[in-house]
């Protein structure tokens, strides 16, 4: 009698079907009643079910059987969402529908694999900060070879040379000095307001929008707040998350737990909206296989996150000066997730009503996306120039001399489809409008 020997599966192929079987607890709660459909930024510019939400719920139903037949057409259709959050914020049944997008993303790319690009840029240079500033500091002389002045008002810049890569983009410059070689470091002690806050300038205000961050900086000391900015910062790591990586992703948490464990403080701040919903939101979901220690500190950043308006008017109650009016319009975009993952929104509304010299106005659909969604935007350009076309439309019909944001990734979509019209509208961050004033 012959007997037959089992072999297990290996440990990647059974993690993957426990995966699979988190996901499918996950999508019973969908009811497929099209709430979702009204609120797609995407569905909204292609108007096909399968961009939509209840489209890739239904795709997602049967994911194991379509991942073996056509695991790439799964892929492309996964990659054709902002997770901006909309269809969330707006479920009548509350799906997690951004919890859904991300364990779907992390089992297809646990089939798949990661891109040679992709892996490059996320086990390679996002996990190491000092090679990712000294790649970016090599490029930075170099710009002026590239780039061409596009709009004024925007400070955007075309590159025709390498128009078969970029496209027709507008985009700004790397910044002369980044926010990291000017303050590779910071440690003060609490001044009158009796507060200590960490800070977390995220990789777009650190290497492109340096002025945001040092204008947070400026508002802080203002205040009295003792402020304290760890050297040698990671990514928050949402890149490697929305896109299915979670190696890359878990190692730069880790990494940044230890650097913020270092000293103690009070409040973490950003100026970047989806870098805050990410600590705050995701880094608490996703801690599988963390030690005890390590859940301990990510659930103490949870609660002491906060992004730097919010902490302005929420903790410091900051005494704002009646408007007084001006010739200048400023309006206002929510971006995504500092408004439907974290509630952020009158509080930057009432920074910018109190600018002297101002009148604040409000664009219709403020709190719709602009199209960018980070990898997103290099994806799908043009879906995403159709989405953030309606945004420009928008600012464009409150007639605004200056359009705010709270997140450095819109301030470089805003300023992309602003130029590609030839609007005369600068792009600001609140906390600099703010900052200005002081």
Known sequence: MSTQT??????????????????????????RCGFCMSVCPVYGATMQEADVTRGKI????????????????VNDKLGRCLLCGSCQANCPSGVKIMDIYLHARAIVTGYLGLSTVKKLIFRGILRRPGLFNALLGLSRPFQGLFLKKSNQAAETYRAPMLKTIIGDRHLPKLASTPFHSSRPCLNTPAGKSGLRAAFFPGCVSDKIFPGVAEASVKALQKHEVGIFIPQGQYCCG????????????????????????????DYLLTPCGTCTATIKEFWPKLMEGYSADEQARIKELNAKTMDISAFLVDVLKIKLPDAQGGDKVVTYHDSCHLKKSLGVSTQPRSLLKALPGFQFAEMPEADRCCGSGGSFT???????GKIGQRKRDNIAAVKADTVAAGCPACMMQLKDMLARNNDNVAVRHVIELYADTL
């Not at 072999?7 to 990647?12: A, D």
């Not at 290099?378 to 995403?384: E, G, K, Q, T």
């Open 6 to 31: 089992q072999t297990s599966p290996s440990p990647e192929l059974a993690r993957l079907a426990a995966m699979l079987m988190q996901l499918d607890d996950l999508l019973i709660t969908c009811m």
């Open 58 to 73: 239904a795709l997602l139903r049967n994911l194991a059987f379509r991942m073996i037949r056509n695991p790439e057409s």
């Open 238 to 265: 949402v890149p490697a998350l929305a896109s299915g990586e979670r190696t890359a992703y878990n190692d730069m948490v880790r990494r940044n737990l230890g650097l913020f464990s270092s000293a103690p403080f």
């Open 378 to 384: 290099l994806m799908h350009y043009d879906l995403s």
